[in-house]
């Protein structure tokens, strides 16, 4: 006659499926209360009113609320000439110490203000993204290390609007 540990023992099929729900709900929790704790953390609104702004020097001034100063320690990647305005792709990368913020400013887009990162403690500072380019346009990225700002600027050149053109 044979044997197995489904007819057995007292463990039953359904108690095994529950203790694997149990485990992925614990585990689940985990997680998503270890985002909410990080995102707690980093203690940020949403900059609604920078990403409202027309020019490099107001967005600045209103994502930060200070001015930046040119870096060779901000690297920004970006093409010299963009064939499609709609998919340009960016990436910004630091090497310097304690950085908490990535933003990157567009100057001819109707709104400068392209994108802005928190950068949580222990994380690479480094972003990457395809952003719409209205027309030839000088890309900016801003850094904020150890409570200053830095910043990096290359012009591109695009062939085909993006936004609006």
């Known amino acids: ?8 023992a007292t463990v039953s099929r359904r108690s095994v499926l529950q ?4 485990v992925a709900v614990i585990g689940f929790t985990g997680i998503r209360f270890g985002i909410a ?3 707690a953390a980093a203690n940020d609104k949403y900059p609604e009113e920078a990403f409202k702004q027309k020019g490099e020097a107001d967005t600045i001034k209103s994502l930060y609320g200070k001015t930046a100063e040119k870096s060779d320690k901000v690297k920004l990647d970006a093409p010299e000439i963009a064939e499609n305005g709609a998919v340009v792709p960016i990436s910004v990368s630091s090497s310097l110490p304690d950085v908490t913020s990535i933003a990157i400013l567009v100057t001819e887009n109707p709104n400068t203000l392209a994108a802005a ?9 480094a972003v990457s993204n395809r952003l719409k380019m209205a027309k030839t346009s000088n890309v900016i990225a801003v850094v904020e290390a150890g409570g200053k700002l830095y910043s990096a600027t290359k012009e591109v050149k695009v062939t085909v609007g993006g936004c609006g053109g």
Do not use: F, K, Q, V
């Not at 950068?119 to 690479?124: F, K, N, S």
């Open 117 to 125: 990162y928190r950068i949580l403690p222990g994380t690479a500072p």
């Open 19 to 22: 203790g694997i729900a149990a």
């Open 37 to 39: 704790e990080a995102l």
């Open 1 to 8: 006659m044979s044997s197995s540990i489904w007819n057995d």
